[in-house]
């Protein structure tokens, strides 16, 4: 894999990218490799993590005065463990597709739930530190259940309705550390939508 000559233009923050090269390349991630000149001078290496963007989907259900969430648990094979998540998801088929259409078909696929109304709550970085990767938040109410559509990947998923208070509760005590669902969280509070 060959290096890519740049612009020697600084970037917005003093960085120069000297070259890059694709290191590694799946369906859903690229690894690339710059030569850069910091800010001081300095040469150095950056890896990055590219990626496709993603959505995550809070699933609100009303019930009798009681607010309850759709969470699912899944087998995450890096950290050789099961974690509790909201639905989460990419469409590395479909890169022009809506957020919006994303966030639909991957609450559909992975729990069967249908959604009358999506709210965009607001973009995040996943980690800016190493990967261009970027998702956007949604809240999703008037819910009706359908079957769900899991792909081979998926096939380990296991939905569970659970109180509002408990997945608070969840995160604070640490059952819950998806940093991605916790975010999620975090900007629908944030909108004063839960």
């Known amino acids: 894999m060959t290096d890519t000559p740049h612009d020697p233009t600084?970037?917005?923050?003093?960085f120069v990218t000297v070259s890059s090269r694709l290191a590694y390349e799946n369906p859903w991630t690229r690894l690339r490799e710059d030569i850069i000149i910091?800010?001081?001078?300095?040469?150095?290496l950056y890896g990055v993590v590219e990626?496709?963007?993603?959505?995550?989907?809070?699933?609100?259900?009303?019930?009798?005065?009681?607010r309850f969430v759709t969470l699912i648990?899944?087998?995450r094979y890096p950290i050789k463990q099961?974690?509790?998540?909201?639905p989460m998801g990419m469409w590395e088929t479909r890169p022009d597709a809506s957020a919006e259409d994303v966030?639909?078909?991957?609450?559909?696929?992975e729990t069967g739930l249908l959604a009358e109304t999506m709210r965009d709550a607001g973009l995040m970085y996943q980690g800016a530190g190493?990967?261009?990767q970027k998702g956007r938040a949604y809240l999703a109410t008037g819910l009706t259940q359908g079957p769900s559509a899991r792909e081979d990947t998926e096939e380990d998923i296991t939905c569970h309705k659970v109180a509002l208070e408990e997945m608070e509760a969840m995160i604070r005590?640490?059952?819950?550390?998806c940093m991605v669902t916790i975010a999620a969280f975090g900007l629908i509070r944030t909108q004063g939508w839960i």
Do not use: C, H, S
């Not at 099961?82 to 909201?86: A, D, K, N, Q």
């Not at 966030?103 to 696929?109: D, K, N, S, T």
């Not at 005590?173 to 550390?177: F, K, Q, V």
């Open 51 to 66: 990626r496709g963007d993603f959505v995550v989907i809070l699933p609100l259900w009303e019930e009798d005065g009681r």
């Open 103 to 109: 966030a639909r078909g991957e609450l559909r696929e």
């Open 73 to 75: 648990q899944q087998y």
């Open 130 to 132: 190493y990967t261009t």
């Open 38 to 44: 910091r800010p001081n001078g300095r040469k150095g």
């Open 82 to 86: 099961r974690m509790w998540e909201l």
């Open 173 to 177: 005590d640490g059952r819950i550390t």
């Open 10 to 14: 600084p970037d917005a923050g003093g």
